[in-house]
């Protein structure tokens, strides 16, 4: 929630049947917006301003702060424990760059093609997705490129 005056953030977990489990305070200094949340499959939570990462352990104790080389952290989760950001290398290729919930720290990197938008968990077959303006695609597991799902454009589905 938003307060006036100091940035707070809180992050409050609560039960199926609504009542509140958890409430964490994210205060990691002046002017930082939590933007996004994520949790692994050992509770630990990932979050963002979008130029930081921080790792906070299931407490809410902040274990390790990271940041990308061009200081923009828009995260994705594709897996119960993969989560990363989507990142653009020198030549302008696109690639997922994994956070390692061991290290604490940037770990493998994932290959992505086209002008990606963003990236999420994948079904079946597929390890994950990505998207580009109009397209969805697929990587299968073990693969080295993804392939066309469907175009946006192909379908009855209204784009806004």
């Given amino acids: 929630y938003y307060q006036e005056g100091e940035s707070r953030s809180t992050l409050c977990q609560y039960s199926g049947d609504g009542k509140k489990l958890q409430?964490?305070?994210l205060n990691f200094g002046e002017n930082i917006h939590i933007a996004q949340v994520f949790l692994d499959s050992?509770?630990?939570i990932y979050t963002t301003d979008y130029s930081q990462i921080y790792l906070l352990d299931p407490a809410g104790t902040l274990v390790a702060t990271?940041?990308?080389d061009d200081g923009w952290a828009d995260l994705v989760q594709i897996g119960a424990d993969e989560i990363g950001v989507v990142k653009y290398n020198e030549e302008g290729k696109a690639y997922l760059r994994l956070i390692d919930p061991k290290t604490k720290d940037f770990g493998e990197e994932l290959p992505l093609y086209g002008n990606v938008y963003g990236a999420m968990p994948g079904f079946g077959d597929y390890h994950y997705l990505y998207r580009d303006s109009d397209n969805v695609y697929g990587v299968p597991y073990d693969a080295e490129t993804g392939e066309k799902l469907f175009s946006?454009?192909?379908c009855d589905v209204r784009r806004i």
Avoid: F, H
């Fill in 66 to 68: 990271l940041t990308t």
């Fill in 42 to 44: 050992a509770g630990n």
């Fill in 23 to 25: 409430e964490i305070s």
């Fill in 152 to 154: 946006w454009l192909d």
